[in-house]
């Protein structure tokens, strides 16, 4: 690691407070660019630590940028991981205040919730398929902390991902006589098509996202748990939303799943 407690601990204080004050910043590599990925996921970590202290559950994880059109979107070529908290928790049909969001864009996910215990190395699509209760649609709010969403791949992770608000419902379905790679994804805003994809697009088959999860936290030593919600992974680019605006997502035999933005 290259950066010691006390620059971690302020780095998360300064992230975390753009996030609950809705405002932007500069990347924080423009401060340390000799910063490493230890340094990024101990800050994430100490993200995580604060909301729990102050009452916060964690309620799940979730993989980003894992398909191509998100790291073209991004100019980036590896897949990161954060958590979710109770709060970016919005029900079915429900509402995300902008007042509180800096600039957010909507990602059409597929989420999954695990039945048991998922621990690297080693994970695989079978592995995780074996471990999924059910998945279910998702639209994540991504809302990145740095300035006109202009940010490396570590000072990304050091802001938990852009991670913001989420909405899942539709259709919960076991994935035994499901093909996740050829299910077919539409997402509206305000009526109009908006984006299209498949699950292949995140790492030719959802579940790999999981897999790559897993294998990562492993090398952490940790694994995720029986009951954790996890989302994989942005299926198209994300689309900038506004006050105002209504997103629907249609995931074939997954059923649909609406938010708007007040
Ligand atoms: O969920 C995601 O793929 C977001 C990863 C972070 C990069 C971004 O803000 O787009
Ligand atoms: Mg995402």
Same mark, same amino acid.
């Given at each position: 690691?290259?950066?010691?407690?006390?620059?971690?601990?302020?780095?998360?204080?300064?992230?975390?407070?753009?996030?609950?004050?809705?405002?932007?910043?500069?990347?924080?590599?423009?401060?340390?660019?000799?910063?490493?990925?230890?340094?990024?996921?101990?800050?994430?970590?100490?993200?995580?630590?604060?909301?729990?202290?102050?009452?916060?559950?964690?309620?799940?994880?979730?993989?980003?940028?894992?398909?191509?059109?998100?790291?073209?979107?991004?100019?980036?070529?590896?897949? @990161?991981? &954060?958590?979710? /908290?109770?709060?970016? $928790?919005?029900?079915?049909?429900?509402?995300?205040?902008?007042? !509180?969001? =800096?600039?957010?864009?909507?990602?059409?996910?597929?989420?999954?919730?695990?039945?048991?215990?998922?621990?690297?190395?080693?994970?695989?699509?079978?592995?995780?398929?074996?471990?999924?209760?059910?998945?279910?649609?998702?639209?994540?709010?991504?809302?990145?902390?740095?300035?006109?969403?202009?940010?490396?791949?570590?000072?990304?992770?050091?802001?938990?991902?852009?991670?913001?608000?989420?909405?899942?419902?539709?259709?919960?379905?076991?994935?035994?006589?499901?093909?996740?790679?050829?299910?077919?994804?539409?997402?509206?805003?305000?009526?109009?098509?908006?984006?299209?994809?498949?699950?292949?697009? @995140?790492? &030719?088959?959802? /579940?790999?996202?999981? $897999?790559?999860?897993?294998?990562?936290?492993?090398?952490?030593? !940790?694994? =995720?748990?029986?009951?954790?919600?996890?989302?994989?992974?942005?299926?198209?680019?994300?689309?900038?939303?506004?006050?105002?605006?209504?997103?629907?997502?249609?995931?074939?035999?997954?059923?649909?799943?609406?938010?708007?933005?007040?």
């Amino acid at each position: 690691m290259k950066l010691d407690k006390n620059t971690i601990a302020r780095l998360a204080a300064h992230l975390e407070t753009c996030e609950l004050e809705a405002r932007d910043t500069l990347k924080i590599t423009d401060e340390y660019p000799d910063m490493d990925w230890d340094d990024a996921y101990a800050i994430q970590d100490e993200i995580k630590r604060r909301k729990v202290a102050r009452g916060a559950r964690i309620v799940g994880l979730k993989a980003g940028l894992t398909s191509h059109a998100k790291m073209k979107q991004m100019g980036v070529e590896t897949p @990161v991981f &954060g958590f979710l /908290a109770d709060y970016f $928790a919005i029900p079915e049909g429900g509402e995300a205040k902008m007042s !509180e969001l =800096i600039h957010p864009k909507v990602e059409p996910e597929i989420a999954f919730v695990t039945k048991a215990p998922l621990r690297g190395p080693g994970c695989h699509i079978g592995t995780v398929l074996a471990a999924t209760d059910f998945v279910m649609p998702a639209i994540e709010v991504i809302d990145s902390r740095f300035r006109d969403f202009k940010f490396d791949l570590k000072s990304v992770v050091a802001d938990n991902c852009s991670s913001s608000r989420f909405v899942v419902g539709g259709r919960m379905a076991p994935v035994d006589n499901l093909d996740l790679r050829t299910l077919g994804v539409v997402m509206e805003k305000n009526g109009q098509v908006v984006s299209l994809g498949a699950g292949a697009a @995140v790492l &030719g088959h959802p /579940a790999a996202a999981i $897999a790559m999860l897993a294998n990562l936290l492993g090398e952490r030593g !940790e694994e =995720i748990p029986a009951g954790t919600l996890i989302l994989s992974g942005g299926i198209t680019e994300a689309v900038a939303v506004e006050s105002g605006d209504n997103v629907t997502l249609r995931i074939q035999d997954l059923g649909c799943v609406n938010m708007r933005f007040s």
